[in-house]
């Protein structure tokens, strides 16, 4: 199968506000997080997002190009988080591979990738068929 | 649950034990969580099953309940999620996690740890893991 065009690239664009709104969801409040002091005195110089604030423009994708608003039962996700990613950013998720399994399942790869084109975040799963 | 734990952790590397079980956490996914992560983040929309985004959510909460908060600049490297069951929103799930593997790895210290997430009726909603480089400098005390 080759890349299938209807796979929506959702793009998140990355605030403060919305990195806030995770570590309050989370409980996660780590200092890289929400404090700029702390955050700038680290190896990242400055805050940077919760890794799966990254990955959200995948989750996104892959629903709305399934139709549904969970992932079906059988599917699986395995991610490399690859950069940091900033207050700022615009993270879009770009397919890369996809194929058809034996047992149904869309094998896919895919990358969310900033608006300087670097990678994120990496993607494998093994997406089930609804109603599977 | 009575009151959340600690915001930040100060446990160490060293006092990490392999395959030491932490939980069962009691959590309930309200449609409210459910919704704030179906799509942009901040801008909630309705749905009446969890989204995927919501499991590493979980997992957080877990791992603050089980280290006594989040570790102080840690950083997550890796993550797995399998599905295995849709859960309604406003169910409520049990959390057991535990440490799957420690090593040293260029000098930085990088923890595995496993999740497995349960409906109330003990059937296996989602189970993961994620790889986290722990933190090598002095924990920080929390903010008030």
């Not at chain 1, 570590?23 to 919760?50: C, K, M, R, T």
């Not at chain 2, 983040?41 to 989040?70: N, Q, S, T």
Request: one cysteine or more; glycine letters at 8%.
């Amino acid at each position: 199968m080759s890349v299938d065009r209807d796979f929506p690239g959702v793009t998140d664009r990355v605030t403060q506000d919305n990195i806030d709104a995770y570590a309050e969801l989370s409980g996660d409040f780590n200092p890289l997080h929400v404090d700029p002091e702390a955050a700038a005195a680290s190896e990242f110089g400055g805050i940077i997002a919760h890794g799966p604030v990254a990955l959200h423009s995948f989750f996104r994708s892959a629903t709305a190009w399934l139709g549904t608003a969970a992932l079906p039962p059988g599917s699986k996700v395995s991610v490399v988080y690859r950069a940091p990613t900033r207050p700022g950013d615009e993270v879009t998720c770009e397919l890369r591979e996809l194929a058809e399994l034996d047992d149904g399942r869309a094998a896919l790869q895919a990358d969310c990738v900033n608006q300087d084109g670097t990678t994120v975040v990496s993607v494998t799963a093994e997406l089930a068929p609804l109603g599977a | 649950m009575s009151g959340d734990p600690p915001v930040l952790s100060n446990v160490v590397y060293d006092d990490l034990v392999v395959d030491r079980r932490m939980g069962p956490f009691e959590e309930t996914v309200s449609a409210d969580v459910a919704a704030g992560l179906a799509a942009e983040i901040g801008r909630p929309h309705p749905v009446d099953e969890a989204p995927p985004a919501v499991f590493p959510v979980l997992f957080l909460k877990a791992l603050r309940r089980a280290m006594g908060g989040i570790p102080p600049g840690s950083i997550l490297a890796k993550q797995e999620l399998e599905f295995h069951r849709a859960l309604p929103v406003d169910s409520a799930v049990s959390i057991e996690t535990w440490i799957g593997n420690k090593e040293v790895k260029r000098e930085r210290p990088f923890v595995t740890i496993e999740f497995d997430i349960r409906d109330a009726g003990g059937a296996r909603v989602v189970t993961g893991r994620k790889v986290i480089i722990w933190p090598t400098g002095p924990g920080e005390e929390a903010p008030e």
